[in-house]
């Protein structure tokens, strides 16, 4: 099982925390972290409309559709996307930070713009954004962690964040197949952290450990499942692990439901690295 890490213990004891949150990252680059202080309802809320949206009629959903967004946001359907050259047998939406087009924006630039929201839904955007704000808080208080446990001042990523991060939510489906077992194939995450909520009882996610096995990785009550990505990875030198990771299609019959939030520095930032 993977490690599990209490973020009240970074109160009460922070370098045993860290200590722990050190060597988790570092030999194994994924965990579980509990007492975090999102409330057991929001998971319930944000679980409930991504449910909500994918039983919407297909015409509904294709309102939004990834095609129409020159920045990548949106909804993209069934086998919209492809891992290693194999077609991912999921469907999604793209939540970013919502913030107006650069006129005659260039490079990387062009990435920045609005989200597309279903009008037959609009719970949905007042819930994932508020969600986005307390997901970056947590991410950020973990960043500040890991700075004091690798020796350097607490703040050193913070400037990275300060301005305009380029953060990302997918809240995905991933319908049962008779004909794939790739829901995503293996990869490593490229931006810094992720933190992962599951629905319960859920199955399909699998990490590689060091020695190249693959073990699963059930959803914990109560708890985000995280992992480190590229960036933080190049920053600390490869002390931290980006870990490959994969979710298998669920079986025929059956779905699973779950939305990672992707923890990225500005579009513009560099990211301070640590020896």
């Known amino acids: 099982m993977l490690p599990v890490l209490d973020l009240r213990d970074a109160e009460t004891d922070p370098d045993g925390f860290r200590e722990r949150l050190l060597a988790a990252t570092h030999e194994v680059g994924f965990f579980y972290l509990t007492g975090h202080g999102i409330a057991p309802r929001r998971f319930d809320e944000v679980l409930g409309l991504a449910r909500r949206f994918f039983a919407l009629p297909a015409e509904a959903k294709e309102e939004i559709a990834q095609l129409k967004s020159p920045q990548f946001r949106g909804y993209s359907r069934l086998g919209g996307e492809l891992t290693n050259g194999q077609v991912d047998w999921r469907e999604q939406i793209d939540i970013g930070p919502d913030r107006e087009v650069i006129p005659g924006a260039q490079g990387y630039w062009r990435l920045q713009g609005p989200n597309l929201w279903p009008s037959a839904l609009p719970e949905l955007r007042p819930a994932f954004e508020a969600w986005s704000a307390d997901l970056s808080e947590v991410g950020l208080r973990l960043l500040r962690h890991w700075a004091v446990a690798l020796g350097a001042v607490e703040d050193i990523f913070d400037p990275a964040f300060a301005d305009r991060p380029a953060t990302l939510i997918k809240v995905v489906r ?102």
């Open 174 to 275: 991933y319908p049962g197949s008779a004909d794939t077992t790739q829901g995503v194939g293996a990869h490593k995450d490229s931006g810094v952290l992720t933190l992962l909520l599951v629905e319960p009882d859920s199955h399909g996610l699998q990490v590689e450990l060091p020695d190249g096995e693959w073990i699963d990785a059930p959803p914990l009550p109560g708890a985000f499942i995280v992992n480190i990505g590229e960036l933080l990875e190049v920053a600390t030198g490869g002390y931290l692990r980006a870990t490959r990771h994969r979710v298998l299609a669920p079986a025929p019959g059956t779905d699973r439901v779950s939305i990672p939030y992707f923890l990225n520095p500005a579009l513009d930032a560099r990211i301070p690295i640590i020896d």
